[in-house]
């Protein structure tokens, strides 16, 4: 039965067609796929925590340009009876508090020590965001691989269900081999569907670190070991988290160093001038003062506490925070320390692992994958045979990608604990 489909028709389907076919080309470019060293830099020029990280520091630097700040300037007036019976008297008195000189340097101090600070903090959002990025850029690269070999053992069990269903069909195998070798390829075909699931999150994970407006994917040929860096035990020192927990006892000497300039006096200055309405303009009193005349003079005067707990008080918990701060740098140095020694020996076990399956564990299973497919489907060996050669093969693989991969990740967090990028 022939159908005949009017032009209309045919307009509207290839119109569909065109539309449907421009999609899926403009949802694959929306995918950007980037190297590691990309990744790393366009996260650290978007990420919106790079950015905040950002504001402190110019926020730290205007702060530190407060520390010449001194008391408003206080004007004030007086009119009334303060000299004789004459109500319309007046005086105008112009005076200015001024902390003690050395509370200004105390003061700069403190500033400079805070914008180290924020510097070095924003030193710490950076590399952890490196780290960040590059764990989950070789944990997708993992993951590619992982769905390669996948792919791969779909393509080999498909064949030898085949094979089974063929040999069951002529009364070479039994229904059993048929079963089992379709239920094998079913198992995998489940694998491949998560690790694909596993990819699109991390996928997703990656374009947040990111802030991509766009899909995002590794750039990457294949898979391999990420080069050791170099290390030593002084380098440690270099990583910013140590720095800033260093610079915090930084901060807490000058904040203990403030709060002791701030007990010394402070200094007040002024200017006033009034009338005296009435008062002898001089020693003769030939002449009295009107509204007109006018009288000057200069305020200086000093302010000095008192009570000096509250302010002692204060000098001994900037002592217990500086105290607090040294206790934790130390055991925070110890911890960096510590924890790259055990990556070191890390690193060094899961490289001799990686070179045994690099030199030989890996030519054997694609040995095993060859011979078996050959001799499986001359019907040389069994079926139980055939499963468990490529379950061999395949542990083998397995072993060697999840052992490249926390290879990987060691070196990450070396190069994190090292600040490296």
Excluded: C
Aim: zero cysteines; hydrophobic letters at 40%; a neutral charge.
């Amino acid at each position: 039965m022939n159908t005949i489909v009017s032009p209309g028709h045919t307009k509207a389907l290839a119109t569909l067609l065109l539309t449907l076919a421009i999609g899926i080309h403009t949802g694959l470019a929306q995918i950007t796929r980037v190297t590691v060293e990309q990744a790393v830099q366009q996260g650290l020029q978007h990420n919106q925590n790079i950015q905040a990280s950002r504001y402190d520091v110019q926020a730290a630097g205007n702060l530190k340009k407060a520390a010449s700040e001194i008391s408003k300037l206080s004007v004030t007036g007086m009119i009334g009876q303060y000299n004789s019976y004459e109500k319309a008297d007046n005086n105008i008195t112009v005076s200015q508090s001024i902390p003690f000189p050395t509370v200004f340097g105390a003061r700069s101090a403190l500033g400079n020590a805070r914008l180290k600070s924020s510097e070095l903090k924003l030193a710490v959002t950076e590399n952890d965001l490196t780290f960040q990025i590059k764990s989950v850029w070789y944990q997708l690269a993992y993951l590619h691989e992982l769905n390669a070999w996948y792919t791969r053992q779909d393509s080999l069990l498909k064949k030898s269900a085949e094979v089974s269903a063929l040999r069951q069909r002529t009364g070479e195998a039994n229904l059993l081999e048929k079963v089992t070798a379709e239920s094998r390829h079913l198992q995998v075909q489940t694998q491949l569907r998560q690790n694909e699931a596993d990819i699109a999150i991390a996928r997703k994970r990656l374009q947040i670190l990111l802030n991509s407006p766009s899909d995002v994917d590794i750039e990457i040929n294949t898979l391999t070991a990420r080069p050791l860096p170099a290390t030593d035990s002084a380098a440690v020192i270099s990583n910013p988290q140590l720095q800033w927990y260093r610079q915090q006892i930084t901060v807490a000497e000058k904040e203990k160093a403030l709060e002791k300039n701030l007990m010394a006096p402070d200094l007040t200055l002024g200017y006033f001038n009034q009338t005296l309405i009435g008062a002898p303009l001089n020693e003769t009193t030939t002449g009295l003062a009107t509204k007109s005349d006018r009288f000057q003079g200069y305020i200086i005067g000093i302010s000095i506490p008192l009570w000096f707990k509250p302010q002692t008080s204060r000098i001994r918990a900037a002592e217990y925070t500086r105290l607090s701060s040294q206790s934790r740098y130390e055991q925070e140095q110890r911890n960096y320390s510590g924890e790259l020694t055990a990556l070191t020996q890390e690193v060094t076990k899961l490289g001799s692992a990686l070179a045994f399956y690099t030199n030989s564990a890996l030519p054997q299973a694609e040995l095993i994958l060859k011979q078996a497919d050959l001799t499986f489907r001359g019907g040389d060996i069994s079926y139980v045979e055939y499963f468990q050669a490529l379950n061999t093969a395949a542990e083998l693989r397995a072993g060697y990608l999840q052992t490249l991969n926390l290879y990987n990740q060691a070196i990450i967090n070396l190069e994190y604990l090292l600040a490296q990028r």
